[in-house]
């Protein structure tokens, strides 16, 4: 069964370090999404991502945070200037489509930042 | 603002009792509802969602519109039900919106 994959597993960073996190979604999922789950608290919807384009964020996606899909296959978020409470359990989802279509999730990659 | 409450981050009950994790939304219009399980070192996976009105494992859950609720029950407890679960709502746009989760153990 396909799955979502994401790089790395683990990455510890120092603080205002860039950092760039992997998706390889499912093949014929149109539509990407990042989330982040800070240690004890809920999972966040960070951005979703359709058609080459942001189709939705959330207040915390701010100047910090970009989103690309370099080629068919990777969709990456990229932490420009990292801050120590960007550390968190980051998840890549992806969906064949929207709204009622079930989300896929990655096994997630846990950020610390130093 | 959309918002789902799950009121227990522990529950733990015997296997064989039933189970019953509770979950409230707030939302005004028709909501989409999820239950993700996730199981020790793996990843967070669909369990149910109401528009499919299926069972899974042997879990139900019913949307109550009056009481904005999605409780998710099963009869008998097993061993391998123990997980962390998250109840979702998604608002007919592309996010979804988490519960703080409900950790739930299931003695032997």
């Known amino acids: 069964e396909p799955e979502v994959t994401q790089t790395p597993s683990h990455q510890v960073t120092q603080m205002g370090q860039e950092v760039i996190l992997r998706c390889v979604p499912i093949?014929?999922?149109?539509?990407f999404y990042w989330y982040r789950q800070i240690l004890g608290q809920k999972v966040e919807f960070l951005v979703s991502?359709?058609?080459?384009?942001?189709?939705?964020k959330s207040e915390i996606f701010d100047d910090q945070f970009s989103v690309e899909r370099p080629d068919g296959s990777n969709f990456t978020l990229k932490i420009r200037s990292t801050k120590l409470e960007d550390s968190a359990m980051y998840f890549c989802?992806?969906?064949?489509?929207?709204?009622?279509?079930?989300?896929?999730f990655g096994p997630g990659t846990r950020l610390l930042v130093l | 603002a959309q918002r789902v409450t799950q009121p227990e981050k522990l529950l733990s009950v015997f296997k064989g009792a039933p189970v019953e994790l509770k979950c409230n939304y707030s939302?005004?219009?028709?909501?989409?509802l999820f239950w993700y399980v996730q199981y020790s070192r793996q990843r967070l996976q669909l369990l149910l969602r109401?528009?499919s009105r299926e069972s899974i494992k042997g879990f139900t859950a019913d949307l109550n519109k009056g009481e904005t609720s999605f409780h998710l029950k099963k009869p008998f407890a097993q061993e391998e039900d123990s997980a962390m679960y998250y109840c979702?709502?998604?608002?007919?746009?592309?996010?979804?919106?988490f519960g703080q989760g409900t950790r739930l153990t299931i003695n032997p």
């Open positions: 989802a992806s969906s064949e489509d929207t709204g009622t279509e079930t989300q896929y």
């Open positions: 093949s014929n999922h149109l539509y």
């Open positions: 991502f359709y058609n080459n384009e942001i189709s939705e």
């Open positions: 939302y005004s219009g028709s909501p989409e």
């Open positions: 109401h528009i």
């Open positions: 979702a709502l998604s608002q007919g746009a592309q996010k979804l919106v």
